[in-house]
């Protein structure tokens, strides 16, 4: 018998046992100025979405925005909610019981969110207590961007820097080109037209973020343009059927252009009256697709002389997205 004796997770007689943690943004934990404070804290904290020296933000971001816009934000929040809480978290969770079903129980898949909760040093903590030695970390963004799967991997490292054992990691760090993917995207563009026709302009709305960074070297914009191109050319479009822009900017330095909101607002006076709106940056429907395009953007179009406005819900919990997901992963799970 061995001299030592103490607590453990390591067993002699385990093999390889892969877990997944399937990440996604976040959400407040409830529709209210005081939940919406706590996410945005820790959200406009992390320095990968706010690249401003630390101590004159901390004051722009407790001194002015944490005192007012947590209320804005809340009443956004109250027109999405549900019974089952915020759209997003809900359809994460369909995404992760998905994906369990198709890998099957031997590869436990846990949800992890970059803010707010679950956290994803609580779903890391969750694999560790099924004895994982082998990780997978899936961030749902097709499209690469410091802000969103950088900031993932540095929460990941965060909490496996706790960890006495690291466990052997697989970092998926962006699917914005896999077959499977622009596919299940066609699939939705195609389930569309046949429904509703085909407007005089597709129009791919992706998240935005600062010029600065796509400056500073972040592929988040080509990225996007690449998705863009590879569904454009599936589906047979000239260049004069689509085109790609940016929503959600924040604050008054310059984002990447052209602008939603603002495109959707002249494209009335240049002839074109009908458009169709998808987010192939969003995994899952949140408030920035459900009330940002589907409310919003809608009124600007409308209002400026539009007259038919549609919006295409992300991929979600759509079988043709879920098997994209798990082609990604398949890889990396023993057979």
């Not at 722009?60 to 997003?88: E, N």
């Not at 330095?253 to 494209?267: G, Q, R, S």
């Not at 998808?278 to 459900?290: M, N, Q, R, V």
């Amino acid at each position: 018998m061995s001299q030592f004796v103490g607590s453990t997770d390591f067993d002699h007689k385990q093999g390889v046992k892969t877990g997944i943690l399937i990440a996604n943004l976040g959400t407040p934990d409830a529709p209210t100025s005081s939940a919406l404070r706590r996410y945005l804290a820790e959200f406009l904290w992390d320095s990968r979405v706010i690249e401003i020296p630390r101590l004159p933000w901390w004051c722009i971001l407790h001194g002015i925005i944490l005192r007012t816009r947590p209320a804005r934000s809340a009443k956004l929040y109250q027109k999405v909610w549900t019974d089952k809480g915020s759209p997003l978290l809900e359809i994460s969770r369909k995404q992760t019981q998905q994906i369990q079903l198709a890998l099957g129980t031997d590869t436990p898949v846990v949800l992890g969110m970059r803010y707010g909760n679950p956290s994803i040093r609580s779903a890391l903590d969750e694999l560790r207590k099924q004895q994982v030695n082998r990780l997978i970390v899936m961030p749902m963004y097709p499209q690469y961007s410091g802000s969103t799967t950088g900031s993932t991997f540095d929460a990941v490292a965060d909490a496996l820097k706790t960890w006495r054992w690291v466990p052997e990691l697989h970092f998926i760090n962006a699917y914005h080109d896999s077959p499977a993917y622009i596919a299940a995207l066609c699939a939705s563009i195609g389930d569309h037209i046949e429904r509703y026709g085909m407007p005089q302009k597709w129009i791919f709305s992706y998240h935005g973020t600062p010029k600065s960074y796509l400056m500073k070297g972040d592929p988040y914009y080509c990225f996007c343009m690449k998705t863009t191109r590879l569904v454009a050319e599936k589906m047979g479009w000239s260049e004069e059927q689509y085109m790609a822009t940016f929503q959600s900017r924040f604050g008054k330095a310059e984002w990447l252009k052209p602008y939603t909101d603002v495109t959707l607002e002249h494209l009335p006076e240049q002839g074109v009256k009908s458009v169709a709106v998808l987010c192939p940056g969003f995994s899952a429907d949140c408030l920035e697709t459900i009330d940002e395009i589907g409310r919003e953007n809608r009124e600007v179009f409308m209002e400026a002389g539009g007259e038919t406005y549609h919006y295409v819900p992300a991929l979600n919990d759509d079988e043709a997205h879920i098997r994209a997901l798990v082609q990604l992963l398949e890889p990396y799970v023993p057979e």
